[in-house]
């Protein structure tokens, strides 16, 4: 599917998920503005207080929307659990990467954008040839170090640990590229 296509479904999903959200983002090829796109994904945040059942893995995520737009009437789900749906739209599959603890929504939204060999690097050690500090470890979608997790409100604060500058996501793919060519 074309970008601007795929921006428009991901636009209107946002929109009607964002009411039962404390934070939500479009990420993956959507976001990093490729050409041609073969799904959408967001990730979000559940408002906690209370807890939507929305994102449940036993309801249909149709049943609690307002208005249901027209082409996700025809959703069909395809797996479904409490951090992961995917959902067969008319013309693309959708997939919601649903950030609840011990996950933090940074380390989620940064390595959902990719490219995925960027976020590869991302979850890998230093002295493994990644750019993760080698005294931490990504698991469960949090960065743990001495034991406990570390915060990463936001992706900025998960490159910056990475020692990296923030990578737009329109530029990811190149900054990736300029970095093979250096390893060559």
């Keep these: 599917m074309i970008h601007a296509q795929a921006a428009q479904i ?17 990420a993956g090829s959507v976001r990093r503005g490729k050409p041609e796109v073969h799904d959408i994904e967001l990730v979000l945040k559940p408002k906690l207080n209370p807890a939507p059942l929305i994102f449940q893995h036993d309801y249909h995520l149709l049943d609690y929307l307002d208005h249901p737009l027209g082409y996700l009437a025809c ?30 929504y940074g380390v989620i939204l940064a390595l959902r954008t990719g490219p ?10 230093r002295r493994k040839g990644g750019y993760l500090p080698s005294y931490a470890r990504v698991q469960d979608g949090a960065v743990w170090g001495d034991g406990k997790a570390v915060e990463m409100p936001d992706e900025v604060n998960f490159f910056e640990f990475c020692a990296l500058p923030f990578i737009p996501p329109t530029e990811r793919d190149e900054f990736l590229l300029q970095q093979q060519e250096k390893w060559r």
């Design 75 to 104: 959703a069909r789900k395809l797996k479904g659990q409490s951090k992961y749906q995917q959902w067969q739209l008319p013309e693309i599959k959708l997939e919601l990467y649903i950030v609840t603890p011990p996950a933090q």
């Design 116 to 125: 995925a060999e960027l976020s590869q690097l991302l979850v890998t050690q």
């Design 10 to 26: 991901a636009i209107q999903i946002h929109d009607e998920l964002a009411p039962f959200c404390e934070k939500i983002c479009i």
